[in-house]
């Protein structure tokens, strides 16, 4: 049986390409690996997918009797169901240390920078294995989407930097260019069911003891959300009861004004006056400058759950 | 103020020596930083420092209002009091992921090696750092200790390689030799206290709930601990009542014969005969082959306690 290789529930681009370029480095390393994803493939990541002509990765779901390693997450609300079944072999991640813990020694490289990606580039170079072409270019793509083309708060010199010398071996030409193309995919919503526009980059998490859901759109122009914008707040409500949550939380991120507006349901929302020192208004809140879930919504709410 | 790097509680030799090196290389990168100790320094440890001209880390008890990077270790139990009221910037380590949480990206290196200054050693090349002569001597004395001298289950190739590249660097001569030269300082029992010797390298763990201490003495013959291991037993159920603890454990390593005698008190004996099919008498168990706390107790351990 191979061991698998697979990102967070609600798969973004990062969690996809990584997962299959850690499998193609750790098949070259002699450890026969495949790339694996829980859930749907969103617009976005089968535009990159099919763009560079790399197969999708196999659907998995739960790790009993697997050998996994993680990516682009280390929380167990994130990861396979019955993980403790499997056995963790390792994680390449950029997010904050989470939950997962193991018994034995494992490989762990998680840096604080933009985007899994760029570790994987360090890991291929630290290991000596040249990247393929194709991998190259979705791992680019990968950069550019989790960094929002370089201006998210968690882009780092050395996304930068792995982006550049990634897009020389897949040889691709202007990165902005190419990064307006993926999010203007991951901007249509025409014909999308709300639900779903709602989980494409949807995480769960636990704060002081409180399930929090937390969803990101990103769009190039707030505007193109106007028609939907109702749906949405009914829809994260539905979410909330059927999850039985503290909050639900909708980012809808604008990166050409690089701010969010966040919907919000929650059973306490002054979390969100406090994380933000904004008071939300008929369950919305402007966000100015907030682009970032993870470096900037999460540690926030982290801290105001816990005050 | 100076960010802090900080191994583990009970300090052993890789705790200290890998401290040092990561503060050398988190200064030379940029990043004001010092070494730090949770205790007092082992005979080894001085030996080991005084052998090379390297001063001993500051004594560091706390993480209030203080950044630090953790070395040797991920648990919180076997952390510095107080971590969340501290900010933790990252870890270098070589066990199993443990319980401790982050709420923002950091930097993690853990692998699967015998020893932390091995996966340092690959830290100061990926970042193109010299190592200075002396801390490059330590840094080849921890690897002697963690993988007593290459005999160890958790030695690996890297950690072989790792160590002659620092010898070298060094300017050392043979290895084995200056390995037994340690074990001797670390097998010195006499005029110390019964509990300095139980508490040489003793680390708490939680067990599916249950406290849980593990000490480990390693000596080149277990006939020099003759004379005190009636009053180690004796301390070791002292220890538990103290600390309230479901067990503790205290293996009497031989080296020479790559063996353990496991010294028993636990509110359930039975564990050690799930954990390793032996029954001990008079709460003493000989377990053959058995030499590494970390990959064979541990693990074995943390199984019959889940059972």
């Known amino acids: 049986m191979p061991v698998y290789v697979v990102g967070h529930k609600s798969p973004d681009t990062d969690s996809v390409c990584a997962a299959i370029a850690l499998a193609d480095l750790k098949s070259k390393l002699g450890l026969e690996t495949v790339p694996g994803v829980q859930g749907e493939l969103s617009p976005e990541s089968k535009f990159v997918l099919d763009k560079f002509g790399v197969d999708a990765p196999e659907a998995v779901a739960d790790a009993t009797d697997k050998q996994v390693f993680l990516v682009d997450h280390s929380d167990l609300s994130q990861s396979l169901d019955n993980l403790d079944k499997g056995e963790l072999l390792g994680i390449v991640d950029h997010h904050k240390i989470g939950d997962v813990t193991t018994p034995n020694p494992v490989e762990v490289w998680t840096w604080p920078v933009g985007?899994?990606?760029?570790?994987?580039?360090?890991?291929?170079?630290?290991?000596?294995?040249?990247?393929?072409?194709?991998?190259?270019?979705?791992?680019?793509?990968?950069?550019l989407s989790d960094t929002v083309i370089f201006k998210s708060a968690t882009c780092t010199d050395a996304d930068k930097q792995a982006a550049e010398a990634l897009a020389k071996v897949a040889g691709l030409g202007d990165l902005t260019e190419l990064g307006m193309e993926m999010f203007k995919v991951k901007s249509a919503i025409e014909g999308t069911p709300v639900r779903e526009l709602v989980k494409r980059d949807y995480k769960n998490f636990d704060m002081n003891?409180?399930?929090?859901?937390?969803?990101?759109?990103?769009?190039?122009?707030?505007?193109?959300?106007?028609?939907?914008?109702?749906?949405?707040?009914?829809?994260?409500?539905?979410?909330?009861?059927?999850?039985?949550?503290?909050?639900?939380?909708l980012l809808l991120t604008d990166i050409m004004k690089e701010g969010s507006e966040m919907l919000i349901v929650s059973d306490d929302a002054s979390v969100v006056e406090k994380a933000f020192g904004v008071k939300p208004v008929d369950g919305k809140a402007w966000l100015d400058g907030v682009m970032s879930r993870k470096k900037q919504v999460v540690p926030n709410f982290e801290k105001a759950f816990a005050s």
Request: charged share 25%.
């Open 115 to 143: 985007c899994t990606c760029t570790v994987l580039k360090a890991m291929y170079d630290f290991y000596g294995v040249e990247i393929p072409k194709n991998i190259a270019g979705i791992m680019t793509c990968a950069i």
């Open 209 to 249: 003891g409180n399930k929090v859901g937390i969803g990101q759109l990103e769009v190039v122009d707030l505007s193109l959300l106007d028609s939907v914008k109702g749906d949405l707040a009914k829809d994260i409500q539905a979410l909330k009861d059927e999850d039985s949550n503290h909050s639900v939380f």
